[in-house]
């Protein structure tokens, strides 16, 4: 059964960090692009950050470039995403995504990716900044 489950959300004030976590099973973790997306109240979904099966090439938004780093642990079937000096406009619901297997390498930053770009999506996190 394949299943892809988020953790570490939670409420931090502005300048503040959270760690998030995504498990994977029932898939090849390894094989797989994975990205973190998000979704704002009203907004439609985005991409935040990507990376490659081997996690040596990563990408950003620009709107979270130099404060996010995402990572993984294929030995662990583990992807992250550490969220460093959070702002109010990064409050809403993170998911966990894999990227079908032909996907780019930025293919979580593209126009439509949480549409067209998408395989598997976790139940999402949710991620309150406050002033």
């Known amino acids: 059964q394949v299943r892809v489950v988020e953790s570490g959300g939670g409420s931090v004030q502005a300048g503040g960090s959270l760690r998030l976590s995504c498990t994977v099973s029932g898939f090849t973790f390894g094989d797989y692009t994975m990205g973190w997306f998000r979704q704002a109240p009203g907004q439609e979904r985005e991409g935040v950050s990507c990376?490659?099966?081997?996690?040596?090439?990563?990408y950003y938004s620009d709107s979270v470039k130099g404060r996010f780093t995402i990572s993984r642990d294929n030995a662990k079937n583990t992807l992250y995403l550490q969220m460093n000096s959070l702002k109010l406009e990064d409050t809403g619901v993170y998911y966990c995504?894999?990227?079908?297997?032909?996907?780019?390498?930025?293919?979580?930053?593209?126009?439509?990716?949480?549409?067209?770009?998408?395989?598997?999506w976790g139940q999402g996190t949710q991620v309150t900044v406050s002033s």
């Open positions: 990376i490659a099966p081997s996690g040596f090439s990563t």
């Open positions: 995504a894999s990227g079908f297997l032909g996907n780019g390498g930025a293919w979580c930053l593209s126009p439509g990716a949480s549409k067209n770009k998408v395989d598997l």
